[in-house]
C-alpha cells in the first residue's frame, strides 16, 4: 500500500465567535434608518445574548473551518455498519430544490399541487412494488417513526379482531430501535436469542410464541449482517397463532430488486429512504421512514395518503380505521422528493443491481480481513460483516484502540461494539458505492493498524494522535454528563 487516506498537516483551530468578535466589525451594509430612534424599555436593556460584531470574512473562514472538521461520506468512505451511508448523487439534491416542487405550500389545495401529489402516489406505487406490501404510507419521518407507526398499525388491527395482545417477540440480532418502538404502544418486549449461526431457530420462535403475542419484529438481513433463511417458517408460526410479523426494513439496501418482503411473510415493514434510497443522512435533519402493509392492513395506515381518480390525485382523509396522523402534513416532502428521483434515475434493474454490488463489496472485505481480524461468522454475509477484536487479545488492544486508530490513517470508524451478541463486535459496511481501488486502500489500512497493534501497542492505546480532538474520558463523560451546555 503506497499511502492512506491520513495526512498530517494544517489543521485549523477555531474560537467562538464571541471571542473572535470585535467591535465596530460588519458583514454587511444596511440602509440608513428612516425610523426614529427609542431606547428599549428598562425592564429589556442589557437583557439576552450581547452578540459578536463580526465581518464577512469572520464568518465565512468560521463556518468553513468548522465544516473542514467534519467528515462525511462526501469526505471518504464511511465504513459504518448497521446505519447504510451510501452516497447521495446530487442530481436528487437539484430534483428536490426545483422552485414549483420544493416551495409549494402545504396547505394549497389538491388542485393546485398535481404534481406533488403525483410524485407522492407513484412513489407509493413503487415502495409497494419493491417490498411487494401495496399499502403505503409516507407520513414516517424516520426509520424509528416509521417503526411506532407500525406498531400502532398492529394494535389497531388486534383491537380490530378483538385480542387482546400484550407481547411482541424481539431477535438479539434485530435493530436497537425495536423493543423501545413496541414499548411505547404498550408490548411487553420478549427477547429471543439467536442461534449458533447468527440467525433465528425456527423452535426458539414456537417456544415463546402463543395468543397473547402480538407478533415478532425482525430484521431480515440481521444486525450481524446475515439473512434470516428461516423467515418463512417463523411467519408460518406467527400467523398461525394471530399473530403479525413486521419487517425492519432498515437494509433493505442488501435486498432491493432480489427478495419480495411479502412472500417473505411480513405483514408490515418500514424503509429508511436516508439508507437505501439516498436521502441525506443524519445531521439532526428531517428523515423519511414510510410504512408499506398488506392489503388487509392498509386500512389501519396514517392519514392523508395520495391516491389517483382518473387522471387527477387527492390526499384521501376518509379512512375511518385510520390511526390517525403520525406527522403534520404530509411527511418530509423534500426528503420524499430525493428518494422519487433516486428511484426514477435508477431504475428497477440499477436498484438490483445497487443491492448485488452492496453484497459484493461486503463479502470482499470479508474474506480479505478474516484472519487479520476475527471473523464472527464465517458463512456468507449480505451488505455487512462483522468481526472482533479476539485475535488482538494477545496484545492486550481493543476494538476501541483500533478504531481510534483508524481515524489517524483518514477513516470514520466503523460500527463498534455493536450488535452486542458479538464481543468487541467491529461491524464494516461498504454500501455499492465504493469502488474496488477505494475498499482495497481501506482494508490494507485495516491491515496497517492490526501490523501497528503488534508493533507499537501503545500508540494504539493512546489514538488518536493526529486528529483535531485526542481520546476522550467516555467512560467518565457517559457517568458524568454535563448537560449545562
Excluded at 209 to 215: F, R, V, W
Amino acid at each position: 500500500m503506497k499511502k492512506t487516506p491520513g495526512r498530517s498537516g494544517l489543521i485549523f483551530d477555531e474560537p467562538l465567535l464571541w471571542e473572535k468578535g470585535k467591535k465596530g466589525r460588519h458583514g454587511m451594509s444596511i440602509p440608513a434608518s428612516d425610523v426614529p430612534a427609542a431606547a428599549l424599555p428598562e425592564a429589556l436593556q442589557g437583557a439576552g445574548p450581547d452578540f459578536p460584531d463580526l465581518s464577512e470574512i469572520d464568518v465565512v473562514r468560521h463556518y468553513t473551518r468548522l465544516s473542514q472538521w467534519n467528515y462525511g461520506v462526501d469526505s471518504g468512505m464511511y465504513p459504518l455498519g448497521s446505519c447504510t451511508m451510501k452516497y447521495n448523487p446530487k442530481i436528487n439534491e437539484k430534483v428536490a430544490a426545483t422552485p414549483e416542487l420544493a416551495a409549494a405550500h402545504p396547505m394549497l389545495g389538491d388542485e393546485y399541487v398535481q404534481g406533488n401529489l403525483q410524485i407522492m402516489f407513484e412513489l407509493q406505487e413503487y415502495l409497494a412494488a419493491i417490498t411487494g406490501l401495496p399499502g403505503v404510507s409516507l407520513q414516517p419521518a424516520a426509520g424509528a417513526h416509521g417503526e411506532l407507526t407500525g406498531m400502532l398499525v398492529f394494535a389497531a388491527c388486534h383491537r380490530a379482531r378483538h385480542s387482546k395482545r400484550t407481547k411482541i417477540l424481539i431477535p438479539d440480532t434485530a435493530h436497537g430501535t425495536n423493543p423501545a418502538s413496541a414499548a411505547l404502544c404498550g408490548y411487553k418486549p420478549v427477547p429471543i436469542k439467536s442461534g449458533a449461526n447468527g440467525i433465528l431457530r425456527v423452535e426458539s420462535v414456537a417456544e415463546v410464541m402463543d395468543e397473547e403475542t402480538a407478533g415478532i419484529m425482525i430484521t431480515n438481513p440481521n444486525t450481524l449482517g446475515l439473512f434470516e433463511t428461516n423467515i418463512r417458517q417463523i411467519a408460518e408460526i406467527v400467523h398461525a397463532k394471530g399473530g403479525l410479523v413486521y419487517g425492519d426494513g432498515a437494509n433493505m439496501n442488501a435486498v432491493m430488486g432480489v427478495i419480495s418482503a411479502a412472500r417473505c411473510g411480513v405483514d408490515v415493514m418500514h424503509l429508511n429512504l436516508h439508507k437505501t434510497f439516498s436521502t441525506p443522512h443524519g445531521g439532526g435533519g428531517p428523515g423519511a421512514g414510510p410504512l408499506c402493509v398488506t392489503g388487509e392492513l392498509e386500512k389501519y395506515l396514517p392519514i392523508p395518503r395520495a391516491v389517483k381518480d382518473g387522471d387527477t390525485y387527492r390526499l384521501d382523509f376518509d379512512c375511518p380505521d385510520s390511526v390517525g396522523r403520525v406527522h403534520a402534513f404530509h411527511g418530509n416532502f423534500g426528503v420524499l422528493l430525493r428518494a422519487y428521483s433516486y428511484i426514477r434515475t435508477m431504475g428497477a434493474e440499477n436498484l438490483k443491481k445497487a443491492s448485488q454490488l452492496a453484497v459484493l463489496n461486503a463479502a470482499y472485505i470479508k474474506e480479505k480481513l478474516k484472519g487479520t481480524l476475527q471473523l464472527a461468522y464465517n458463512r456468507p454475509c449480505m451488505h455487512e460483516c462483522v468481526f472482533s477484536d479476539g485475535l488482538q487479545q494477545e496484545d492486550k488492544i481493543t476494538t476501541l484502540d483500533m478504531a481510534k486508530r483508524l481515524i489517524d490513517h483518514g477513516y470514520h470508524p466503523p460500527t463498534i461494539y455493536f450488535p452486542l451478541v458479538v464481543h468487541g463486535a467491529i461491524m464494516i459496511e461498504p454500501t455499492e458505492t465504493e469502488c474496488k481501488e477505494d475498499i482495497d486502500q481501506f482494508i490494507e489500512t485495516v491491515k496497517l493498524v492490526v501490523q501497528e497493534a503488534k508493533d507499537n501497542p501503545e500508540l494504539l492505546r493512546q489514538a488518536p494522535v493526529m486528529a483535531k480532538m485526542r481520546r476522550l474520558d467516555e467512560t467518565r463523560a457517559a457517568r458524568n454528563p454535563c448537560l449545562c451546555g
